[in-house]
């Protein structure tokens, strides 16, 4: 109850709330009638994550959301079916106010369009699909200097594994060489 009300005071902004003053309220009903349950965080082990831990007062989205992306930041493959059993997980023991909210890591290419990121896909794969999304329109092929620099705008806001995308290229045997662009249909190239 009391966790519940500290959750309520900080969504609406309720000022002179904290979680000193919460415990000087539960201190007080403590003292009239004994407490038999602490006020403690709620935790969560997510196997070879670590732990996500939802302090008293804080609102279950909000303790997901930074454990999310910590654990992106970190190299875990978490995405948002993950992140919705996380949290579906902490709300069946604590009352949930709100949904999680990961927005997409989004670029604004000028001229051409917004690449855009969902939370737990790895960036570079969202820019070959746009870059593939620009060939199938026009024939054309992102420049991989143009890549890159969508890339590293990306990587500003979301955690890469992949830090540069390059063309592939084979060497075909007495041929010569078959390079596939970013983006490029493979038989593309290969008719070429």
Known sequence: MTDTF????KANN???ISEAGVEQVLDYFCGLKPCAVPLKPLELPVQGMGVVSVAVGE?????V???AVASRAAGHSLD???VGQIAARLCSFKECFRPVSLPPAMVEVQGVGTVR????EEPADAVERFAAEIY???GALLATADANAILAQLCRQAACKVTTLAPVSVDVGGVGACEVGIGQEPSDAARR
């Open 6 to 9: 500290l959750v309520k005071a």
């Open 14 to 16: 309720v000022e002179g």
């Open 59 to 63: 609102e279950v989205a909000d303790a």
């Open 65 to 67: 959301e930074r454990f």
């Open 80 to 82: 948002l079916a993950g």
């Open 117 to 120: 990121v969902p939370f737990g």
């Open 136 to 138: 199938a329109a026009t």
